[in-house]
Nanobody
Framework: QVELVESGGGLVQAGGSLRLSCASSRRTLSKYFMGWFRQAPGKEREFVAAISRTDGSTAYADSVKGRFTVSRDNAKNTVYLQMNRLQPADTAAYSC?????????????????WGQGTQVTVSS
């Protein structure tokens, strides 16, 4: 069992920034392919960003490319999602996810372990 805990969500005005963190006290996250997903009320969960466990390569949804950055700090056993120039459309519950297998496509079913999520609300 991989316990993932997200933090850093909150209320921010449009154009502002937040940094989300995903940590685990029980597993070494550097051994996992990590992803960030979000779900807004009434909508399906959607991919936001992913980072490889091997070469640190990253991938982003088109809607956040150039504004969000995913990274990992192995010394702190934490994965981050830096979110800049936030827009009201970014309002959602954000969750981190982990997979101990290669993720060919960053879709929810590829990740076995999930955090509880942290709410991000962007006001206009």
């Amino acid at each position: 069992q991989v316990e993932l805990v997200e933090s850093g969500g909150g209320l921010v005005q449009a154009g502002g920034s937040l940094r989300l963190s995903c940590a685990s006290s029980r597993r070494t996250l550097s051994k996992y392919f990590m992803g960030w997903f979000r779900q807004a009320p009434g909508k399906e969960r959607e991919f936001v960003a992913a980072i490889s466990r091997t070469d640190g390569s990253t991938a982003y949804a088109d809607s956040v490319k150039g504004r969000f950055t995913v990274s990992r700090d192995n010394a702190k056993n934490t994965v981050y999602l830096q979110m800049n120039r936030l827009q009201p459309a970014d309002t959602a519950a954000y969750s981190c996810a982990a997979s101990d297998r290669f993720v060919p496509r960053p879709i929810p079913s590829q990740y076995a372990y999930w955090g509880q999520g942290t709410q991000v609300t962007v006001s206009s």
